[in-house]
């Protein structure tokens, strides 16, 4: 499996940003995915899921109303749409592949891509 990000840099303060995760070598269709991210000096901070058809989509509470999560299984990609952003949004950003057929561990990680919020 391999999971690349895309779309990080530098966004102002309030501006938008869209990520994007390209997945290969899985049947990605079939795989609840997730949003993580890891600000400097801090743990993995959960961001986002959404189920393998894209029918079930949760936030986390700091990011709710702000970020939206579209899939396109034709395409086997993921984005993060990022709006109304923080300084706290300043992060890694990695695209994460839940293993199993539901909402079940984090079985595969990309490589992450760097957003930076500045004011």
């Known amino acids: 499996v391999q999971l690349v990000e895309s779309g990080g840099g530098l966004v102002q303060l309030g501006g938008s940003l869209r990520l994007s995760c390209a997945a290969s070598g899985c049947t990605f269709s079939t795989y609840y995915m997730s949003w993580v991210r890891q600000a400097p000096g801090k743990g993995l901070e959960w961001v986002a899921d959404?189920?393998?058809?894209?029918?079930?989509?949760a936030y986390a509470e700091s990011v709710k109303g702000r970020f939206t999560i579209p899939r396109d299984n034709a395409k086997n990609t993921m984005d993060l749409q990022m709006n109304s952003t923080k300084p706290g949004d300043t992060a890694l950003y990695y695209c994460?592949?839940?293993?199993?057929?539901?909402?079940?561990?984090?079985?595969?990680w990309g490589q992450g891509t760097q957003v930076t919020v500045s004011s």
């Open positions: 959404i189920s393998s058809d894209g029918g079930s989509i």
């Open positions: 994460a592949k839940r293993a199993g057929g539901g909402r079940g561990p984090i079985g595969s």
